[in-house]
């Protein structure tokens, strides 16, 4: 039944979709890709769970790694402890983050996980958090063993440093839902008992309706002010007391007048009041505050370094027996074992074996860094070569990296460090406001001072900003979920104002524009021979310039011929004699060759052998694709400058790339990129961020705006204000356009607000502002405003796709 | 009309309602995820999609 093919036809792997090697498994007339997809196809299908493959096509994710005994800690009744949330002798049940989970098909496998295992109680999937709620029976199954079964399945749970050290947030603010229910409901019911009386009532039932009808709006209003309401006034009193006048201060300016005239003219049946308006602009600006509110539950925003180290590590004890601990519980002189692909969890001192540690995400170095015996190894590099044994020499939070940490910067809460547009209007608006309903008073205390009270109030009332109000969170929200639909994920909705508003970029260069960490090597021309592979290989090992090296190393050939001469140029190329052949390597013009530019970003090393063009190598540098476009879009309207921790050797092809005006610095560390962003805004400019990795977290966060790229979302990105799909990198320049077209609209439906409250000023400063005028004109003018932010928005939007 | 407060009461009681069950269902949690459930009514207990198992 199971047999190996060999076939040269690209097949892609039922479980995974991943192309299939040409060995490739076959199951049931169905290829996999490897062992582990198709054991996790025939754990299904025993258990009769196949309906995962219909239910989307190639669901799985390849896993090529074994398990071993990487889940050991979790035997551990201390970390287990912190990460349960309910256990008793028979049940227990916790929430695990499980990255994997993408669609459908998952929350069906995860779901019928009681099938594979009766252990396994229930499972609950939220799917846009990404976490399972599992509860699973104790007594049959331990903690490891149902992490060991969700590994094994492909749906392995990211256990992290915070996951036991922090409390996570538990119940989600419903307080604002509650208020809207209140809200609305008070507000439809008003509307019910007021449109009686403006549909015209005759007088002898007026008589006694109408007072009725006037005490149950008046009591209706009550909950509408002092519940639904209540966050307004509190925030413009506080906004007051700090001498800032946000739009909260008219809003809550029109609501007070509001709900006293309503008390006012019904108790003393002077008038109908404007319960129906009161309720009505409570219930819209809420709506408003609940649109803007959006966030995006399975990324997080405010990752520090705790979320980037494992839970735990193994320890050697005195007498040579391993232990898990958890990675708090790390002593000073502690030995430790760390095996290939694992992370060091602290600042350390190499005991034992082949260190071989890849820095990229810690310090932006590409290359990996092999370290002697007795050499110190900074905690967040990773271990590329086998198993080594190390001793602690400081401790996790005291280490290297994560003593930026420590920085003030990460102490600051810098949510309101721009002034919003919203802001800065509602100061005049305000004034204006105040100066239209004094000057209409002092105009009726002349000529009729019955209408002076009725004028001022209306004018307050009729002016209040709603539908300015409204604008900004419509748009702004609108602009955020249309992003988020790109996976261009914002943490708030403000962040599309603050990019809007800024003037420079700084780029980090490993990991952000270039893609992975390796370049490509390609040979173009006629198929070399063996002897002239051996000749290129004896010259080019020769030299020390990197891409002879990379070269050589490409060519991988362990015999090398002696070299006669050998004469290198800097910059240029090789001459030298092999053997009695000539061979010569360099670029096109040193070897007067004419090549055919292209504008593909690669670097070309021709060869020549015995004065004959034999073809080159094509070095594609592993930068993302459409680097040079982005650049150039984004150089027309911001200064770019790039930090690299990695060293010059790209430095003549990056100045290509960039506009001659940025500034291009190497061999930065954090805290380099850190105060060279402070510097940056001690000159007025204003900054975004684009980094990947834990060494631009200083730099992310000190900027107005930090946009860090991850290739997989849910893995670890440090905190920041954007979140960016890194395999959507050319799409940089429209998200940013998009972000200052949302702020046009916004400028726009300001405009249209402003033309309602002109057309019901000239009614209130006339004293002539009817319960029915307001009543159709403020819900009129908050759903202009929200139809045309939320229509233009949306329009932008597919424009932003549109566009080549 | 004074039938008017008859309709008036009984209508009250029924929005009132309407608003128990509302701050109910955000209490219970029911709108903290509105996108699993959607996916989750749409599974057959057990049995395979033959036909859509043969087009892969």
Request: aromatic share 10%.
């Amino acid at each position: 039944m199971i047999e190996t093919l060999n076939k040269n036809t690209k097949t892609t792997c039922y479980h995974c979709g991943d192309f299939c090697a040409e060995e490739r498994l076959v199951l049931n007339d169905k290829s996999f890709c490897c062992n582990g997809c198709k054991n996790v196809f025939m754990l299904l299908s025993e258990n009769n769970l196949t309906s995962y493959y219909s239910i989307e096509k190639t669901p799985g994710k390849a896993f090529k790694q074994s398990i071993g005994n990487k889940y050991a800690y979790l035997d551990d009744t201390n970390i287990q402890s912190k990460l349960i949330s309910y256990i008793d002798h028979k049940v227990a049940r916790l929430q695990f983050q499980i990255p994997n989970i993408h669609c459908s098909s998952c929350i069906y496998l995860l779901e019928n996980l009681y099938k594979i295992n009766n252990a396994v109680v229930g499972v609950r999937v939220n799917f846009l958090k990404k976490t399972a709620n599992i509860v699973y029976d104790v007594n049959k199954i331990s903690l490891r063993q149902l992490v060991e079964l969700l590994a094994s399945i492909g749906y392995e749970p990211s256990f992290t440093m915070n996951d036991i050290n922090q409390e996570k947030p538990k119940n989600i603010n419903r307080k604002l839902l509650f208020q809207i229910g209140v809200a609305g409901f008070c507000f439809g019911n008003i509307m019910m008992i007021s449109f009686p009386e403006y549909f015209g009532l005759d007088n002898t039932t007026r008589h006694y309706l109408s007072s009725a009808f006037g005490y149950i709006n008046l009591a209706l209003s009550i909950p509408v002010f002092f519940y639904s309401g209540q966050d307004y006034l509190i925030s413009a009193y506080k906004g007051l007391r700090k001498k800032l006048i946000t739009i909260d201060v008219p809003l809550a300016l029109g609501l007070v007048v509001l709900f006293v005239r309503n008390f006012y003219e019904i108790l003393t049946h002077t008038g109908l009041g404007y319960c129906d308006t009161l309720a009505g602009l409570v219930f819209f600006l809420l709506i408003g505050k609940w649109f803007q509110q959006k966030t995006y539950d399975s990324l997080s925003f405010e990752r520090d370094y705790k979320s980037y180290f494992p839970i735990s590590v193994i320890k050697i004890n005195s007498d040579n027996q391993t232990t898990t601990v958890a990675i708090d519980k790390l002593k000073i002189g502690d030995r430790i074992l760390i095996r290939n692909n694992e992370i060091i969890p602290a600042d350390s001192i190499l005991l034992k074996g082949k260190a071989n540690i890849d820095f990229s995400f810690v310090s932006g170095e590409k290359e990996p860094i092999d370290k002697e015996l007795g050499e110190i190894i900074f905690a967040g590099g990773k271990q590329t070569n086998g198993n080594i044994e190390l001793e602690v020499k400081k401790l996790t939070e005291q280490s290297y990296l994560t003593q930026l940490w420590n920085n003030d910067i990460f102490a600051k809460d810098n949510a309101s460090k721009v002034e919003t547009f919203q802001t800065k209007v509602s100061k005049y608006f305000t004034v204006a406001l105040l100066a239209i309903a004094i000057s209409s008073a002092i105009y009726w205390a002349v000529y009729d001072s019955s209408k002076i009270m009725g004028a001022f109030t209306a004018v307050l009332i009729i002016a209040c900003p709603c539908a300015l109000a409204l604008s900004s969170p419509f748009a702004l929200g609108n602009a955020m979920r249309n992003l988020g639909r790109k996976k261009f994920y914002l943490k708030s909705a403000n962040v599309v104002e603050n990019i809007a508003n800024m003037d420079t970029i700084v780029f980090d260069k490993t990991g952000t524009i270039t893609q992975s960490n390796e370049s490509q090597i390609e040979f173009m021309g006629n198929p070399l021979t063996q002897l002239q592979k051996e000749l290129i290989f004896s010259v080019t090992q020769n030299s020390i310039h990197p891409l002879s090296k990379q070269i050589a190393q490409h060519l991988n050939i362990s015999s090398a011929i002696i070299l006669n001469s050998f004469d290198e140029i800097t910059g240029k190329g090789i001459k030298a004699n092999v053997g009695g052949n000539d061979v010569e390597v360099g670029s096109a013009k040193f070897l007067n060759i004419t090549e055919n530019l292209s504008n593909a970003l690669s670097t070309r090393i021709y060869i020549k052998i015995n004065g004959e063009n034999v073809g080159c190598f094509v070095i594609k540098h592993a930068y993302r694709t459409g680097l040079k476009q982005v650049i150039n879009q984004l150089a027309n309207q911001f200064k770019l400058h790039l930090l690299s921790g990695d060293n010059e050797q790209e430095k003549n092809f990056l100045q290509s790339v960039f506009p001659t005006s940025s500034e291009l610095l190497f061999k930065q560390n954090p805290a380099d990129k850190l105060i060279y962003i402070n510097t940056l805004q001690g000159n007025n400019q204003k900054v975004i961020m684009v980094g990947d990795g834990l060494n631009d977290a200083g730099a992310l966060k000190t900027a107005n705006v930090g946009i860090s790229l991850s290739e997989d979302t849910s893995s670890f990105s440090p905190s920041s204000d954007v979140i960016m799909d890194a395999a959507n990198f050319e799409l940089l320049p429209k998200y940013l356009q998009y972000c200052k077209n949302t702020m046009k609209v916004i400028y726009v439906s300001f405009c249209l607000s402003l033309m309602y409250n002109i057309i019901g000023l000239s009614y209130a400063v006339s004293g002539t502002l009817s319960p029915v005028i307001a009543a159709i004109l403020m819900p009129i003018s908050s759903v202009t405003v929200i139809g045309f932010t939320s229509i233009s928005t949306y329009l932008l939007a597919i424009k932003m796709k549109n566009r080549p | 009309m004074k039938i008017m407060f008859v309709l008036i009461g009984s209508s009250f009681v029924l929005a009132i309602g309407f608003l128990i069950a509302f701050i109910w269902m955000v209490k219970n949690g029911q709108i903290d995820d509105d996108y699993t459930p959607s996916v989750r009514m749409l599974f057959d207990d057990g049995t395979v999609k033959k036909t859509d198992e043969e087009k892969v």
